[in-house]
């Protein structure tokens, strides 16, 4: 369908646009890490939408998405670590808070934001990746079918 392929193509830069949006400014508006990384895992997907399950396929490198996500769990440790070799407790703030109201002004919470939304993303696309390959069937048109020898 036309308009669903020029639907998906159109708001996916605007659906990840959003999700950076959303994970940036988590410290200061409802929202953060975990729900700008389903916006960003749904905007991946957006280009199932568009195209195809093999245009998917070529956008989302998945090894590196693993990866991406076992860094992203880790920083979010380190982050809680260093409050504790700067002596207080886990996840204890060790940033400066900046100036009220700006995206400086979390201390470590844009940080864990950053870490949880990258690492929510890439799990989701993940995940859906596994889903999607056991769902969708990619038969070639002109091999037969089974049973139709």
């Given at each position: 369908?036309?308009?669903?392929?020029?639907?998906?193509?159109?708001?996916?830069?605007v659906?990840?646009?959003?999700?950076v949006?959303?994970v940036?400014h988590?410290q200061?508006?409802?929202?953060?890490?975990?729900?700008?990384?389903?916006?960003?895992?749904?905007?991946?997907h957006?280009a199932?939408?568009?195209a195809?399950?093999r245009?998917?396929k070529?956008?989302?490198?998945?090894?590196?998405?693993?990866?991406?996500?076992s860094?992203?769990?880790?920083?979010?440790?380190?982050?809680g670590l260093?409050?504790?070799v700067?002596?207080?407790?886990f996840?204890?703030n060790?940033?400066?808070?900046?100036?009220?109201n700006?995206?400086?002004?979390g201390?470590t919470?844009?940080?864990?934001?950053?870490a949880v939304?990258?690492?929510?993303?890439?799990?989701?696309?993940?995940?859906?990746?596994?889903?999607?390959?056991?769902?969708?069937?990619?038969t070639d048109p002109g091999?037969?079918?089974?049973?139709d020898?």
């Open positions: 369908m036309p308009t669903t392929r020029l639907f998906g193509t159109v708001l996916l830069p659906a990840l646009i959003v999700g949006y959303v940036a988590g200061l508006s409802p929202g953060g890490g975990f729900q700008g990384g389903v916006v960003l895992a749904t905007a991946l957006l199932y939408v568009a195809d399950h245009a998917l070529r956008l989302r490198p998945l090894t590196a998405l693993d990866v991406a996500d860094l992203a769990a880790a920083s979010y440790s380190l982050v260093a409050g504790l700067a002596g207080g407790a996840l204890e060790v940033l400066p808070l900046g100036t009220f700006t995206l400086t002004s201390g919470v844009p940080v864990l934001n950053a939304g990258v690492e929510v993303a890439c799990g989701l696309i993940v995940l859906l990746a596994h889903f999607l390959s056991q769902a969708v069937e990619l091999r037969p079918e089974n049973g020898n």
